[in-house]
Structure formats: C-alpha cells, structure tokens
C-alpha cells in the first residue's frame, strides 16, 4: 500500500528562524514527489515539484530535497515569516498506464506555526 | 490563479438530502478532480474526470457520483447525504507540462450533514 508518512505533525517556531519538515514515502512506482502549502480555509498551493533525477528545488525561501535511494524528502524554509504559518503537504505520485492519471498519495501534513 | 471556483462554499444540510457541490474552471483543462480532506486523513480522491462525460472513481467513491457535461463544470453529487460525508471538499485540475500535471486546487466547499 502506497503511504507518506510527515513529521513532525506541527511545530512552533520564532519569525525569522529556518525550520525542516521531513517526508518519508512508500510508493511505487515513483513519478515525483511535490511540497503543497495549505493556509486555513484555503486550498493546497504548489511549492515544488521533483522527479526522481531531481535531489533539490528552491522556490524563493523553501528548498526541497528528494533522495530516491532513501525513499525520503525534506522541505527547508529559511528565515521564517509570520505569513509561513500553514500545513506543508507532501504529496508521491505513481506513475501509472494511461497518460494524464497519476495516482498521488497524500500525506497529513506538518502544521507550522510562526510566532513574533 | 487557475480560475478554479467551488459553490456553495459552504453549506448545512441534513441526513437523507441530497447534495450538489458545483466546480467551475475558466481555462478548458481536460482533467479535473474531486477530493475530500477530513482531520487526521490526507486528502482523498473521490472522484476524478478526463473529459466531457468521460468519469473514473477514486479511491472513496461510495456515496458520491459526478457529472461533466461541459468542459468547465464538474459536478459532484452526494444522493442521500450521512453525517459521514461532513468534510472540506476541494476540486482539482491538472495543467500538464513535461510530463508532470501540475494540480490547482479551488478554495474548498465545507459541508456539515446533521
């Protein structure tokens, strides 16, 4: 069964601090791996996207990281900001047959908090 | 912003009543989605189309069926609604490039089933 599994499930930290999320993931056969962030009451917005040849993404402060071999990913954020405060999703997808479906597998996200 | 807009975006409704949840999207993408998100589950695909009146189910599809008859709307529908079924509904469609479809999702429609 094709499981992600995040840690920690929330975490509290000072503006302008750096903080790592960590994703491990049991799916196969891997097409990529995606970071979403999810503020409250809205939904998910794409980070980053990695294939299996990619071992890291920046998007502005956020860097992934993906390591096939371990089957894990992590998302860095650098010098925190109040407006980073939400659920950071990690997302696998499968490749399957037909062109156009990807099965992607969820995982519960991390709830970040930033305080002033 | 990929155009996606969900109605109603919020809504009470109680045990037994049937219940349409509209997506609409702006941009003619061929894929669109039908996901639910519930405390202590990742979201969950219920319901997924590739085309005009071309549908699959996903992977909680009992309860639910949908519609697509135009491009831009894809309806989803709960035929007699439980108290199950309360949750954050997003909707979902993927922009294709490289190889990799990108998903967009719309701003959830909460619905309570008393």
């Known amino acids: 069964k094709n499981q992600v599994e995040q840690s920690p499930q929330s975490l509290i930290i000072l503006e302008g601090k750096n903080c790592t999320l960590q994703?491990?993931?049991?799916?196969?056969?891997?097409?990529?791996l995606r970071w979403y962030k999810q503020d409250t009451g809205r939904g998910p917005v794409s980070l980053t996207i990695?294939?299996?040849?990619?071992n890291t993404k920046s998007n502005g402060r956020y860097t992934a990281t993906l390591d096939a071999d371990t089957k894990q990913s992590s998302l860095h954020i650098t010098a925190s900001q109040l407006s980073d405060s939400a659920s950071y999703i990690c997302?696998?997808?499968?490749?399957?047959?037909?062109?156009?479906?990807?099965?992607?597998?969820f995982g519960t996200g991390t709830r970040l908090t930033i305080i002033p | 912003d990929a155009g996606i807009t969900q109605s109603p975006r919020h809504k009470v409704t109680e045990t037994g009543t049937p219940v349409t949840l509209r997506c609409h999207q702006t941009?003619?993408?061929?894929?669109m989605y039908w996901y639910r998100q519930d405390p202590g589950h990742g979201l969950r695909l219920i319901h997924y189309?590739?085309?005009?009146?071309?549908?699959d189910k996903g992977e909680v599809s009992d309860g639910y069926s949908v519609s697509r008859s135009k491009t831009e709307d894809f309806l989803l529908t709960l035929e007699s609604a439980t108290s199950s079924q309360t949750s954050v509904y997003f909707c979902?469609?993927?922009?294709?490039?490289?190889?990799?479809?990108?998903?967009?999702f719309g701003e959830g429609s909460r619905l309570t089933v008393l």
């Open positions: 994703c491990n993931y049991t799916v196969s056969p891997f097409s990529n």
């Open positions: 997302v696998v997808s499968a490749r399957v047959a037909n062109f156009g479906n990807e099965k992607l597998t």
């Open positions: 990695m294939t299996f040849s990619e």
């Open positions: 941009e003619n993408h061929r894929y």
């Open positions: 189309s590739y085309g005009v009146k071309d549908t």
């Open positions: 979902a469609i993927s922009v294709w490039e490289g190889g990799t479809g990108e998903l967009f």
